[in-house]
């Protein structure tokens, strides 16, 4: 047997395989809370090893985009519940992805029209929210220039993070992800060139630009456990205006020795390079990504290491076969095919997904995929 297809132990849970459904952004939350429908989507795609859920706001000020389902109201948490009571009972494990976009938001997604928090006084120049513009449609609007958080306030968003995890186990997920990649509000303060402050969670030093991810980190690990948390991060990632600069190996090297440190579940790292293949910046960004990630793995004895981005089986099990890797997390392949572990089992050949119903919309396109028949 493949070691794709083996079982794995990710901290608390015993996976059935390797395979991980990656989170996936669908607008399918009318009123920001998991439906049926939600559920059964994810249901249909339970036999990945694990299931990472969409991004999932801890707060109305983390919220960037309309229509994803929270998880800081009972109703949420309601919603999520019937979603992983679903999940678990044909055999799957899903973490909640745990979400604050910073910057990358609108006054018309935020409670009475506030302008977006961040560590930075910097607009995310060509970054888009999807808000309501001036028509008060829901649209892709450009992300507004935002308010940098007072030094006193950010305890307060850890707090955020931390009561979230509590309402991931509430809501009966295996544990959570906390969305620490992708230009969001953890790499807004990793990223010397973005983040601006002058207090001790700005870039004058390395420990200063961690000390908020790491705050994060344990203040989730205190009401939730170790076991139970991973963290996704895109080094090299430049979504959303997010400069490249030169201590990138450096600032992931050291933050794989704090989260190896404190025995997280997992790291779960993004190739946002492979989306570009034929981009040569963006195929030594890949080469770069993997070297570094072969670099860290010395300093996570108990942390696995997750890859996501342009993942193919015959790739995924040469990474897992070679030690690069832990787990191979698939994002698009999972939308149109639910049944992706048999049909990568059996070299079942996959199908095509309708990229114009990825976000938003209906049951077309989310949960009317068949299954493979011969």
């Known amino acids: 047997m493949l070691k794709l297809f083996e079982p794995f132990r990710l901290g608390a849970s015993m996976l059935?395989?390797?395979?991980?459904?990656?989170?996936?952004?669908?607008?399918?939350?009318?009123?920001?809370?998991?439906?049926?429908?939600?559920?059964l989507y994810y249901t249909q795609r339970a036999t990945a090893g694990l299931i990472i859920s969409e991004g999932t706001?801890?707060?109305?000020?983390?919220?960037?985009?309309?229509?994803?389902?929270?998880?800081?109201?009972?109703?949420?948490?309601?919603?999520?519940r019937l979603t992983t009571r679903s999940v678990h009972a044909v055999g799957g494990k899903m973490f909640a992805q745990l979400w604050h976009v910073g910057r990358v938001s609108h006054p018309s997604i935020q409670e009475d029209g506030r302008t977006p928090v961040?560590?930075?006084?910097?607009?995310?120049?060509?970054?888009?929210?999807?808000?309501?513009?001036?028509?008060?449609?829901?649209?892709?609007?450009?992300?507004?220039?935002?308010?940098?958080?007072?030094?006193?306030?950010?305890?307060?968003?850890?707090?955020?993070?931390?009561?979230?995890?509590?309402?991931?186990?509430k809501a009966e997920f295996d544990g959570v992800e906390l969305h620490g990649a992708c230009g969001y509000l953890f790499e807004q303060f990793m990223n010397p060139l973005v983040n601006d402050r002058t207090d001790q969670y700005g870039p004058q030093s390395l420990e200063n630009r961690l000390r908020f991810t790491l705050e994060v980190v344990d203040a989730v690990i205190a009401v939730i456990?170790?076991?139970?948390?991973?963290?996704?991060?895109?080094?090299?990632?430049?979504?959303?205006?997010?400069?490249?600069y030169p201590e990138t190996e450096e600032t992931y090297r050291v933050l794989a020795g704090e989260l190896g440190s404190r025995g997280i579940a997992y790291i779960h790292v993004m190739d946002q390079g492979?989306?570009?293949?034929?981009?040569?910046?963006?195929?030594d960004t890949s080469r770069k990504l993997h070297a570094l990630i072969r670099n860290i793995r010395t300093y996570l004895p108990e942390t696995a290491i997750i890859l996501a981005g342009g993942m193919t089986r015959d790739r995924a099990e040469v990474l897992i076969e070679d030690g690069?890797?832990?787990?191979?997390?698939?994002?698009?392949?999972?939308?149109?095919?639910?049944?992706?572990?048999?049909?990568?089992?059996?070299?079942?050949?996959?199908?095509?997904?309708?990229?114009?119903?990825?976000?938003?919309?209906?049951?077309?396109?989310?949960?009317?995929?068949?299954?493979?028949?011969?």
Do not use: H
């Not at 950010?154 to 979230?164: E, H, L, P």
């Not at 999972?334 to 990568?344: E, G, T």
């Open 57 to 80: 706001p801890i707060s109305r000020a983390g919220q960037g985009y309309l229509f994803n389902p929270g998880i800081f109201t009972a109703e949420q948490i309601l919603g999520w």
């Open 324 to 374: 690069t890797i832990d787990l191979a997390a698939f994002g698009q392949p999972f939308i149109s095919n639910p049944d992706l572990v048999a049909r990568f089992r059996n070299n079942w050949p996959l199908s095509l997904a309708d990229r114009t119903t990825f976000y938003g919309g209906g049951a077309a396109g989310y949960i009317d995929y068949p299954p493979f028949t011969r």
């Open 225 to 244: 456990g170790r076991e139970r948390v991973g963290i996704r991060l895109t080094p090299y990632g430049q979504l959303f205006d997010m400069p490249a």
């Open 118 to 169: 961040s560590p930075s006084t910097k607009t995310a120049i060509g970054a888009l929210a999807f808000g309501r513009d001036d028509a008060g449609k829901p649209n892709l609007i450009a992300a507004s220039t935002p308010r940098p958080l007072a030094t006193e306030e950010i305890g307060r968003v850890v707090n955020d993070f931390a009561r979230a995890a509590k309402n991931a186990l």
């Open 16 to 39: 059935a395989n390797r395979i991980v459904m990656a989170p996936l952004t669908r607008a399918r939350a009318p009123d920001d809370v998991a439906t049926e429908r939600i559920a």
């Open 274 to 283: 492979s989306f570009r293949i034929d981009d040569s910046e963006a195929g």
